[in-house]
């Protein structure tokens, strides 16, 4: 997936009042395309020393990555346009260097929960960044603001050598996936799975298996994958709103699906290959739990 970055490292842990060396790595984001050093048909998080004239004196650190120090800036670089451009961040979701891609979308996360929480949502008092973790704090209130993480859960529902894949309205290029949902506040995380794949294709499951678990950054979520059981003698409904089409799938007669740097697309490629099932999902070289969901 696209957080698998090995022998790469990355480290999520804050650290205050980091002074922005040379070799350390600046991400500039303008319109939600990030400035990016090219190199041949390579792309490379530019340094500081690619711009000597940055003066980086509102960087803030966001994490390391190979034991360098990483930070976000507002201020526009002077990038020469034959060694620098602009790439969206779905081009992250293409990119064959799983480091840039990911550094990429944790910095985007970041940098979108700095830009929406300027301002405390209590009283209205500018906030201000807490020295001893990644946390803002309200100088007038106390109020504390962390980076919002919204829980979604995404189901691989299987029956014998079929899976069950719906393609959203906003899809393009006729691509399915499978059934994902927010959960709502209140719920367990199995709660959520047994609703959302009742109310997107008006199936009932009756095994449940925990899969893993992704950071998402460009939607803020941490998606926790399961593989589900159903019948595919009973019939689906789709709302026709958020779910157009859906339908049962055998190996080697797929659509059109996402590629495995999403947890959808690793389950599904799992699935295609004979290795997802809901008896012997051992994920990660670990003996997951069996939930059995409740009927009442």
């Known amino acids: ?17 980091q002074l922005v060396a040379d070799t350390d790595w600046l991400f500039y984001f303008e319109n ?36 360098s120090s990483c930070f976000l800036i507002s201020e526009k670089p002077e990038a020469n346009p034959a060694e620098f451009d602009y790439k969206d961040l779905n081009f992250m979701r293409t ?7 990911w ?12 830009k929406q929480n300027k301002f405390c949502g209590k009283c209205g008092s500018p906030l201000q960044h807490k020295t001893d973790e990644r946390a803002l704090v309200c100088p007038s209130c106390k109020n504390m603001v962390f980076p919002k993480i919204s829980p979604a859960v995404i189901t ?12 959203n309205a906003s899809f393009t290029n006729n691509r399915f996936a499978l059934i994902a949902g927010y959960v709502d506040v209140g719920e367990t995380l199995e709660q959520a799975v047994r609703r959302e794949i009742k109310e ?28 589900a059981e159903a019948d595919d003698q009973h019939p689906i409904t789709i709302d ?54 409740s009927r009442n």
Not at 156 to 167: E, F, M, S, T, V
């Open 1 to 17: 997936m696209i957080q698998d970055i090995f022998p790469h490292q990355f480290k999520n842990e804050y650290k205050a009042n």
């Open 32 to 67: 939600n395309q990030l400035l990016l050093k090219t190199v041949g048909e390579q792309f490379f998080i530019p340094r500081k020393k690619d711009f000597p004239a940055l003066s980086c004196q509102t960087a803030t650190f966001l994490f390391t990555l190979n034991e």
């Open 95 to 101: 990119i064959d260097q799983p480091e840039v891609a």
């Open 103 to 114: 550094t990429a979308l944790a910095a985007f996360q970041l940098m979108n929960w700095y």
């Open 156 to 167: 691989a529902i299987i029956c014998g050598d079929k899976i069950l894949l719906a393609r």
């Open 200 to 227: 997107e294709v008006g199936l009932e499951i009756t095994k449940l298996h925990y899969y893993k678990s992704q950071p998402w950054p460009l939607s803020g979520s941490l998606m926790v994958g399961f593989v």
């Open 240 to 293: 026709n709103k958020e779910i157009v089409e859906a339908g049962w799938f055998a190996r080697g007669h797929l659509p059109n699906v996402p590629n495995n740097t999403s947890i959808a697309g690793e389950m599904i490629e799992k699935f295609e290959k004979g290795e997802l099932s809901i008896d012997t999902n051992n994920t990660n070289d670990q003996q997951l739990r069996r939930i059995e969901l």
